[in-house]
Each structure stands twice: as structure tokens, then as C-alpha cells.
T-cell receptor, first 114, second 112 residues
Framework: DAMVIQNPRYQVTQFGKPVTLSCSQTLNHNVMYWYQQKSSQAPKLLFH???????NEADTPDNFQSRRPNTSFCFLDIRSPGLGDAAMYLC?????????????FGDGTRLSIL | AQSVTQLGSHVSVSEGALVLLRCNYS??????LFWYVQYPNQGLQLLLKYTTGATLVKGINGFEAEFKKSETSFHLTKPSAHMSDAAEYFCAVSASGYALNFGKGTSLLVTP
């Protein structure tokens, strides 16, 4: 089945130690998104790639970066994680950026900060 | 700007009872509306979507939703709740490109 896969499912890192989360997709979608979801809250969009074009949301902290080396893979880098960055990180894809296209989500990576 | 409001952060129903989760939207242009379900420690799964055409939309797992422009609503229903329906449900609106604006979510509890 075509899908969005996130690895690892659970990640523990130390305060200030860089961490990378990964996402891959077999849907061959043009757009890949990263969301942050804190406990009992709605997902919050951090940024997205439309093909190789990176689009950052205005309120995304500089601490968060992303890379998309090819169509299938996208990475979320947190340069110096703080305690407030503990959250579920969701990767999603869509065929393109039109409003009627649904987004397809992976199962997420739950990040804990020690 | 487009937004959705989900009425009721927690809804509890008995197994076999009607499920009704409320969502109202605000949009200056014709909206596209989505319902997603999230099970514990999992990502969001698309239940159904309204884009254009028929206002009664059928989704997966027996859920459906009706788009009512006059009431700016897109409520989610299921005739008979099952224990496996217990989850977090998010309504979302998209009207200006890629951005999905989510509601705050409704946690559905199903009791035996």
C-alpha cells in the first residue's frame, strides 16, 4: 500500500542535542509537510516543500529546519531542542497545493527531551 | 481567513448510539472541508472530505457529514457507535491553497 512512513516512532534526545526525524512516502506526491502537535492540541504546520521549493511558516522558530533530498524523503532537523519542543511530529503529503487535495499523514514521531 | 470551531472538546456516547460531532466553519470563499480521525499515538487518517457537488458526504467506517452553507456547518455523524470509534476527531478547512486550518479537536468516548 502506498503510504507515509515516519522513523523512528519514538525519539528521546537530550536538551540542546541536535536531532533529526525522517519521513518517506511512496505516494509520489509533490508536497510534503511537517506539523508539530502538542498534547491535546491540533497539529500546527511548521513548513512544507512543494517539490524542491521550501516554504516556512512565519511563526516557525529558527531552531527548526528541513531538508528534502529527493521526492520520497523529507527530514526535520531540530538544532538545539528545548523542553518546549517535546511533541508529536507529523509528516504529511499531498498531490499538489490546491485546496481540495487531502493531506495524507504518517503515524508520527513522538519526541521526548531529557 | 478560514477557520473552524468544534463544539465540545469531549463527547461521550453509549455503544450503538448516534454519534454527532459538531463543526462550524468561517470562510470568505467557498471552503473545502475535511474530517480526520486520530487514534492514540498515531497520525491523522482522513475520514471524509467535502469539495464540491453533493452536500452529503460519505466516508470510511460508516461516518458521514453534511455540508450546510446556510448554517456554515459540517457536522460528522454515525448512526451507531462502536467501541473502536473512540478517538480524537479533527475538523479542518482549506480555502486558499495548501493550508489546512484545524479545529481544536473532539475526543469521542464510547461506553459499553
Amino acid at each position: 500500500d502506498a503510504m507515509v512512513i515516519q522513523n523512528p516512532r519514538y525519539q528521546v534526545t537530550q536538551f540542546g542535542k541536535p536531532v533529526t526525524l525522517s519521513c518517506s512516502q511512496t505516494l509520489n506526491h509533490n508536497v510534503m509537510y511537517w506539523y508539530q502537535q502538542k498534547s491535546s492540541q491540533a497539529p500546527k504546520l511548521l513548513f512544507h516543500y512543494y517539490d524542491k521549493d521550501f516554504n516556512n511558516e512565519a511563526d516557525t522558530p529558527d531552531n527548526f529546519q528541513s531538508r528534502r533530498p529527493n521526492t520520497s524523503f523529507c527530514f526535520l532537523d531540530i538544532r538545539s531542542p528545548g523542553l518546549g519542543d517535546a511533541a508529536m511530529y507529523l509528516c504529511a503529503t499531498s498531490l499538489d497545493r490546491t485546496s481540495n487535495q487531502p493531506q495524507h499523514f504518517g503515524d508520527g514521531t513522538r519526541l521526548s527531551i531529557l | 481567513a478560514q477557520s473552524v470551531t468544534q463544539l465540545g472538546s469531549h463527547v461521550s456516547v453509549s455503544e450503538g448510539a448516534l454519534v454527532l460531532l459538531r463543526c462550524n466553519y468561517s470562510s470568505s470563499v467557498p471552503p473545502y472541508l475535511f474530517w480526520y480521525v486520530q487514534y492514540p499515538n498515531q497520525g491523522l487518517q482522513l475520514l471524509l472530505k467535502y469539495t464540491t457537488g453533493a452536500t452529503l458526504v460519505k466516508g470510511i467506517n460508516g461516518f458521514e457529514a453534511e455540508f450546510k452553507k446556510s448554517e456554515t456547518s459540517f457536522h460528522l455523524t454515525k448512526p451507531s457507535a462502536h467501541m473502536s470509534d473512540a478517538a480524537e476527531y479533527f475538523c479542518a478547512v482549506s480555502a486558499s491553497g495548501y493550508a489546512l486550518n484545524f479545529g481544536k479537536g473532539t475526543s469521542l468516548l464510547v461506553t459499553p
